[in-house]
């Protein structure tokens, strides 16, 4: 059964008769209707009546508007307005461009802007390098969509799927100090928008993709990852995927089994389910079968596409056949990044000992949360009103940090493994329980750790040669000085 969430908080100015009991009668009133009541405060008095602003959180937009009738249904009350408090956090959008230095005289004025600037072009002309020292490229990540996955909202083009890019933009700073930047594209053509972002790179130092369909989106990442000499990240599928072996690494530590010996259910193949099975197979699982509509896949199977073609060559060792609900029997653990209410709590029983359920479709997950929790010993979702959520806001902000720090060019399996693996270690031995497998996201270490893994990962490859190092990496210093005269400290 759905409950009350802060995503449909609404605040009702109500007016009543001035008595004792009027605001009572309110709470009543919203109470009865479900609702949860957050907040009741009077907003004007006079002798004879009150205007009271009274906040619930609902279920959903119907819900919302039951509560109201129920208020409106009572005697002398009159509801004067109703807000949204999501779209008034909307309002004007959510994020904002500030200035790092000061604007405040004419020198400022000649350095920030002309004439001073003009030396600085010509340093970057000279060394096209610089660029990452001298402008904002150093510390700027390009989300771009062209709007055709959003969350569970499918293809709702570029304009509506800003609120969401914006809100990620808005977790890179708060989580990681990341200047991102929507770049919300008008056109589904792939050989365009790999253009476009061609285009654009010089502002950004990485680009992260957002809910771009499949598989589009893995030509347009593998495309711009060789065309590009800055980190290109689909987050729908590799933060997914960090997030999910982060959880599995703990979660298999509480129920005492290794990722070698168990065997993986995962319902879904598309952009997050391979990126899930590859991850989970670099971490040394051996035993992972993967299903989607038709049933599971296996090397005599028909696919189609490289990413259906690796996960039919590299999985399934035993050959399963068959319907998800048959592949469940006796696996150990279930991973859903597909659609909501496909299994049961019955098809959960049938798992082995000790099984663990990750059900990560939103809204609404393969199988009810708490069914599974009847039969599996740990069970996560994609959600914030149970327990282990998997969110890659523990993912995607530290992973950039990371690699903006070492001023990478690329992202290797080993840096989204050793991201993984960071996750995971932020839970201490101490914390580990089923309840707990997975960092809270305003946990201010996760962050951190995952950034200084990724640092490390792309500085040792940049030493070994397997990753091209970054230019010159002294010369922050050279540009701040006279030429051949460093200036007195």
């Not at 919302?64 to 009738?69: A, C, E, K, L, N």
């Not at 200035?99 to 000279?126: F, N, Q």
């Not at 130092?205 to 809910?211: A, C, F, P, T, Y």
Request: charged fraction near 20%; glycine fraction near 8%.
């Amino acid at each position: 059964m759905a409950l009350p969430s802060p995503s449909y908080t609404i605040t009702m100015r109500v007016q009543v008769p001035a008595s004792q009991a009027a605001t009572s009668e309110l709470v009543a009133a919203v109470a009865g209707e479900g609702a949860s009541v957050t907040g009741v405060d009077i907003a004007q008095s006079t002798t004879d009546h009150l205007l009271v602003d009274l906040t619930c959180d609902t279920i959903d937009g119907a819900h919302s508007q039951r509560v109201v009738d129920a208020l409106e249904a009572l005697s002398d009350v009159r509801v004067l307005k109703v807000s949204d408090s999501t779209f008034l956090m909307h309002l004007g959008g959510k994020i904002e461009v500030g200035l790092k230095v000061p604007l405040r005289t004419r020198r400022d004025l000649s350095r920030a802007y002309t004439p001073g600037v003009a030396r600085v072009c010509m340093a970057i002309h000279e060394r096209p390098e610089d660029a990452r020292r001298l402008t904002i490229k150093r510390n700027t990540v390009a989300v771009v969509t062209d709007g055709t996955a959003v969350l569970g909202l499918g293809n709702i083009g570029p304009a509506a799927a800003l609120p969401v890019m914006e809100g990620k933009a808005a977790l890179f700073k708060k989580f990681a100090g990341v200047d991102a930047w929507p770049v919300c594209l008008d056109t589904t053509d792939t050989e365009e928008i790999i253009s476009i972002v061609k285009a654009i790179a010089p502002v950004y130092g990485g680009v992260n993709l957002e809910d771009i369909s499949a598989p589009r989106c893995f030509e347009i990442e593998r495309r711009l990852r060789e065309e590009l000499d800055i980190p290109v990240f689909h987050d729908d599928q590799h933060g997914t995927a960090i997030v999910v072996l982060a959880a599995l690494i703990n979660a298999l530590k509480v129920v005492r089994k290794r990722i070698e010996d168990v065997r993986i259910v995962v319902a879904g193949v598309g952009a997050a389910g391979s990126a899930i099975i590859r991850l989970l197979h670099a971490q040394g699982a051996r035993n992972i079968v993967g299903f989607d509509r038709d049933g599971a896949i296996h090397r005599g199977s028909d696919t189609s596409g490289e990413h259906h073609r690796w996960i039919a060559e590299h999985t399934n060792p035993e050959g399963v056949t068959g319907s998800l609900q048959d592949g469940l029997e006796g696996a150990e653990v279930f991973i859903g990044v597909s659609a909501g209410n496909i299994i049961t709590g019955a098809d959960v029983a049938r798992m082995g000992d000790s099984a663990i359920v990750f059900a990560l479709a939103n809204p609404v997950p393969e199988v009810d949360p708490i069914e599974a929790a009847a039969h599996a010993a740990v069970v996560a979702t994609g959600r914030s009103d149970y327990p282990n959520q998997i969110n890659n806001v523990l993912a995607f902000p530290g992973l950039f940090r990371g690699l903006l720090d070492a001023g990478a060019c690329d992202i290797t399996e080993e840096t989204l493994r050793r991201a993984a693996v960071a996750i995971a270690g932020v839970v201490g031995d101490d914390e580990l329980n089923p309840s707990f497998v997975i960092p809270g996201v305003f946990d201010p270490r996760v962050a951190e750790a995952v950034a200084d893994a990724v640092r490390q990962e792309a500085e040792e490859a940049q030493a070994a040669g397997r990753s091209p190092a970054p230019a010159d990496p002294g010369v922050e210093d050279a540009r701040v000085t006279w030429p051949g005269r460093p200036l007195v400290p």
